[in-house]
Structure formats: structure tokens, C-alpha cells
């Protein structure tokens, strides 16, 4: 469901991997070297996992139909002392068992690795029951989460072990729509391009939202940076690339509900007065419609050509 | 199993008065608390658990799932060496670790923080699954009531562990007849449905109670359905001083 075919494909090999895939694959590897690790499922990719699930019975476990209890479950694994991967689709991950993540997770002081497919509308044509543009906002409520949002399959296994050395509760957003290549998935901002000289502003991209990203800007002089890791976040990298910048200017692309991190940007800028334009999904307004990623890429103003003109709107010379 | 526990000074008689230390009311009727008499005989006579084993992988798990009214609780945790009596008085208190609903994080011995309705069993589901992959031969008990049994959550937990026949876990629920559409046909059944091994008994009677709580068929979760008087009978018309219509009801 990528956006864009990855380079492989174009070549005319074999389809590159989706996110999904190579989730499946890191963590069926892992079953297999860390008897401290399990999964949760509720039916979403069972039959993906259906070989681990033979394997490793006591391990794999699919509660059926039933996200409160796959994420009551997730808790009570970590409570004897298991490292639990809970996994479905967005909206069934975070939004219907929100209050399980925040008691049966949160409150009890354990940890879980949350892995969500569907981003915020790859099942654009389901409809808005299968679409959580306000996943990332939610899990902001609750203290302590880790936040990777990668960009492209290769991006995943790196994010996924980190999350599975950890205690700490992390949520890793998987999507269909990928970056054309693979970026540095180490903490912090990774600086894209810059221009010669000092640049007019900042561009802070997400994620699987990248390659639109840089397209749209074109040769505007700013500086692009790239981040899967948006909890924490790097203030101190935003903070110093702002201050290589003529202005204080930041231009903030996230594939999920606008302004997500911006307050995270008014923290991190706190010293300077700045200035702030926040692009991703629209908080006014159900978008009623079908179609395409695509098109709701567009319709959200997440597309090259809107991307371009809030950046040219939106930087000074 | 050797059953691990602490020898205190303390016994079933002197839990009114650790309750009283925290209601500070001479006539409140302690001993009317609904799980009184179901934590005692688990504290007492059934959980292999004790204060110097608190973070002991083998030791048994006691899940509160019905946090509201914790005093019974707080007061069998001290008199079983969990809590310093002299923590009960000041509960509540912004500086103390006992509050209206427990906190695992703040009471060494409390195996889950709760108050929220309906997490209890679905992360007693989890806890047993989880000793099951560890190879840790411990049981699981988690307490709800049978208001509490509204939430769905329960259900979806129900039919998880009976699904999975999993006969380390024990679900009691303590009835005093407060769900607001009430449970036709009785709450064992829904249990039995789905699977799990269940016995009604009278939650004030603590020999029926042991015995319920101790039989345990092989391949199946049990659930012991501890019966007390209905919360609005004139004899217990009195309950927590925190306890508001609506708590009441759970």
C-alpha cells in the first residue's frame, strides 16, 4: 500500500517488505532468542504470526476480538515479568482501550511495546472507523511513552529492539505509505539537506511524511531535518538547527493529527521568540470520504504541492 | 506447597478496630464490609504469601479488582504484617500510601492499583498467562463484585480464561446484590458458560468459603461467588464514609 514503490520495485525485484512484514519478522526472531517476550493479539495479523503462535503456544496469544482484554492481558504479562508486543490496527490499539493503556498499563508502572498498523488512514477507503489520525495526541495525555514513527520498512527492526530491551511503555506507528529510502533511526532530528549559507527557517518531517516533504520545499533555502521518534523529543537538536537559521522559524509535517508535537516545539524554542506552522491531519473536521491515501493525503494539505505552498506562505527571506 | 505467612499478634476479631482506626467512628459497623470475611480467610488460610516475600516470583497473586471501600483491605494487610497499623489513621492523607483506591506502587504486597472498574480480571488473565509461559507454579485470585460485573471487560476476560483453561486462576466475586439490573439466572453461571469450575457460597461462612477456594479442577479457572447481605439492608446501611451513591452501588 506504499505511496510511493520503493526503488527495489522499480528495479523490477521483488516488492520490498512492508512495515508489517518486517514487524512480523523482528519480532518472530525474537521470540526465539528472548523467552521474556510475548505477543498480543486481537484476530489483527493472527495468521501472520500463526507460525510463532505454534511455536512458542505460551508466548503468542490471540484474545480473540476482544482490545480491553488484549491490553488487560498485555498488563498482567508484564506484571510476571514479561516484555509483551500488543498489536493491531490503530483505532483498536490505542482509541477503543484507551483507559486499559492508562490503568492496566500506565498506573500499574509496568511497560508494553504497542505496535499499530493503518497510520491514520491507510484503510482510507474503510472508512473513519479504521482511521486514528489521533493516536500520537492520545498517548501525549499519558506520561512515559516512547513515540517511533518510522518511514520505511528498514527502519523498523532497529526501533523494534531498542523498544524490546526497554521497560518502558512505547507505541511504534506502523504505516502503509513509506519514504523512497531508509533514514538514521538513532535518537534525535537527523538533518535532511541544508542550504549553503544560513538557512530562512527549520522543516521538522515525520516519519512516513518525507519524501512529500522534500519534494514540496523544493529549493526554498531552509533546513530539512527527519525524525521516527517523536517521544522524547529532541528539542535540544530543533533548538540548535533554529539557531543556525536567519529566523526562528518551524515548519512541522506529521502524518497525524495536526500540531501534535507543537507543543513540544514551543518547549524546545522557549528561549527564542519563534514562530510555528503546524501541517498534518485536520482537527476541524470529519473528512467523510473514501478513496485513497492518497487523496486524503491531499485533502489534508499532506501532499508535495501543499506542503510547498504553506512553506513558501509560510518562511521569510 | 509450604505456605509462606507472618505471625502476628493480630486476628479476625481485631480487624474492626484496625477499621476503626481509619473511620474513627466507634459505631461503624466494621465487620460489615462485603469482602471482609473473603480476604481474611485468603490472607489467613489460603494465599501463599507474606511481607517478606513480596517480590518473590513463587509467591501466590492476590488481585483487588474491586478497589472502592479498601478498608477491609488496608486492615488485613495490617494485620497480616503487610502495613504498620499506625499507616491506617492518617489514610487518605496527600503524604500517606493508602488512599480510597490502592496503589501497587505505593504499598509493597498490593499486587495491582484499582478503582477503575473491570481491569482487575482481564489483568489477572494476564498474570496467569504470564507464570504459565514462566513456569512459576503460583495461583492467581482476583476480587470483583458483582456490580463491578457490568463492565465489559470482565466478559471479554471470562471468556478469554475459559477459553484457555486456565486453572491457575480464581476469580471471587463478592454479591451483595448492589449490580443496578442484577445478574437473572445468578453470576456463576456466567462463568460456567464460558468453562470455569464455580461453587455460591456464603461469603460470612470462612470454612465454606476455604473450601470453595481450594478446590481447583485441573484445566479449568474457578469462580467462588461469595454471597453477603444486600448492600441496602437496614443493618448495613452504613459503609464508607468516602463512599458516595454511585460507589455504593459497586
Redesign the interface.
Known amino acids: 500500500m506504499s505511496t510511493r514503490p520503493a526503488p527495489a520495485a522499480e528495479n523490477g525485484e521483488r516488492p520490498a517488505k512492508t512495515m508489517r512484514d518486517v514487524f512480523v519478522e523482528t519480532v518472530t526472531a525474537r521470540l526465539g532468542e528472548d523467552d521474556r517476550l510475548a505477543v498480543v493479539l486481537a484476530d489483527i495479523s493472527a495468521d501472520s504470526f500463526a507460525p510463532a503462535a505454534a511455536r512458542w503456544p505460551d508466548r503468542v496469544l490471540n484474545v480473540g476480538i476482544r482490545e480491553q482484554a488484549m491490553i488487560g492481558v498485555a498488563g498482567g504479562l508484564a506484571l510476571t515479568g514479561l516484555r509483551p508486543v500488543v498489536h493491531s490496527y490503530t483505532p483498536f490499539l490505542v482509541e477503543r482501550p484507551f483507559e486499559q493503556l492508562k490503568i492496566s498499563i500506565g498506573h500499574q508502572g509496568v511497560g508494553a511495546v504497542l505496535v499499530s498498523i493503518g497510520g491514520s488512514f491507510d484503510a482510507s477507503a474503510a472508512g473513519r472507523t479504521h482511521q486514528a489520525p489521533g493516536d500520537v495526541a492520545l498517548l501525549d495525555t499519558l506520561p512515559g511513552w516512547r513515540v517511533h514513527v518510522p518511514g520505511h520498512p528498514d527502519e523498523v527492526p532497529a526501533l523494534l529492539r531498542d523498544a524490546f530491551d526497554s521497560e518502558d511503555p512505547v507505541y511504534v506507528r506502523l504505516s502503509g505509505p513509506t519514504n523512497s529510502r531508509p533514514m538514521p533511526v538513532g535518537a534525535g532530528v537527523h538533518p535532511v539537506r541544508s542550504g549553503p549559507g544560513p538557512d530562512r527557517g527549520v522543516v521538522l518531517a515525520v516519519g512516513p511524511v518525507l519524501d512529500q516533504t522534500v519534494e514540496g520545499v523544493g529549493d526554498l533555502d531552509v533546513t530539512v531535518l527527519y525524525t521516527p521518534t517523536v517521544r522524547p523529543f529532541d528539542a535540544a537538536g530543533l533548538a540548535e538547527a533554529v539557531g543556525r537559521a536567519r529566523h526562528a522559524d518551524v515548519l512541522l509535517v506529521e502524518p497525524y493529527l495536526a500540531g501534535t508535537s507543537a507543543h513540544r516545539v514551543a518547549s524546545a524554542l522557549e528561549a527564542v521568540p519563534h514562530r510555528l506552522r503546524s501541517l498534518g491531519v485536520s482537527r476541524d473536521a470529519e473528512l467523510r470520504a473514501y478513496g485513497t491515501p492518497e487523496e486524503h493525503m491531499t485533502a489534508h494539505g499532506l501532499d508535495a504541492t501543499s506542503i510547498g505552498r504553506a512553506a513558501r506562505e509560510f518562511f521569510r527571506s | 506447597m509450604t505456605k509462606h505467612s507472618t505471625t502476628t499478634p493480630w486476628e479476625y476479631a481485631d480487624l474492626p478496630a484496625l477499621v476503626r482506626r481509619m473511620t474513627g467512628d466507634e459505631k461503624h459497623h466494621s465487620a460489615s464490609s462485603s469482602t471482609l470475611d473473603v480476604l481474611w480467610v485468603l490472607y489467613d488460610r489460603v494465599l501463599d504469601v507474606s511481607p517478606d516475600r513480596v517480590d518473590a516470583?513463587g509467591r501466590d497473586?492476590f488481585l483487588l479488582s474491586k478497589g472502592h471501600g479498601p478498608m477491609a483491605y488496608y486492615a488485613v494487610l495490617a494485620a497480616k504484617g503487610f502495613l504498620d497499623p499506625d499507616q491506617l489513621s492518617d489514610w487518605a492523607t496527600f503524604g500517606s500510601p493508602l488512599g480510597y483506591h490502592p496503589?501497587?506502587?505505593l504499598i509493597p504486597g498490593v499486587?495491582?492499583?484499582s478503582g477503575?472498574l473491570?481491569?482487575g480480571?482481564?489483568?489477572?488473565?494476564?498474570?496467569?498467562?504470564?507464570?504459565?509461559?514462566?513456569g512459576?507454579d503460583s495461583r492467581v485470585v482476583v476480587l470483583t463484585g458483582d456490580a463491578e460485573l457490568d463492565e465489559?471487560?470482565n466478559h471479554?476476560?471470562i471468556?478469554?480464561a475459559g477459553r484457555l483453561g486456565l486453572d491457575r486462576l480464581t476469580t471471587v466475586v463478592v454479591d451483595n446484590a448492589s449490580a443496578s439490573h442484577g445478574w437473572p439466572g445468578g453470576i456463576e453461571g456466567r462463568f460456567t458458560v464460558e468453562g470455569w469450575h464455580g461453587a455460591t457460597v456464603d461469603g460470612r461462612d470462612h470454612d465454606a468459603l476455604y473450601t470453595a477456594l481450594t478446590t481447583r479442577p485441573a484445566g479449568r479457572p474457578s469462580v467462588v461467588v461469595a454471597r453477603v447481605e444486600p448492600f441496602d439492608a437496614p443493618d448495613h446501611a452504613h459503609q464508607d464514609p468516602a463512599t458516595t451513591t454511585e460507589e455504593r452501588a459497586r
Open positions: 516470583e497473586r496503589d501497587r506502587m499486587e495491582i492499583g477503575s473491570g481491569h480480571l482481564p489483568l489477572a488473565v494476564g498474570t496467569a498467562l504470564g507464570l504459565r509461559a514462566r512459576i465489559g471487560s471479554e476476560a471468556a478469554v
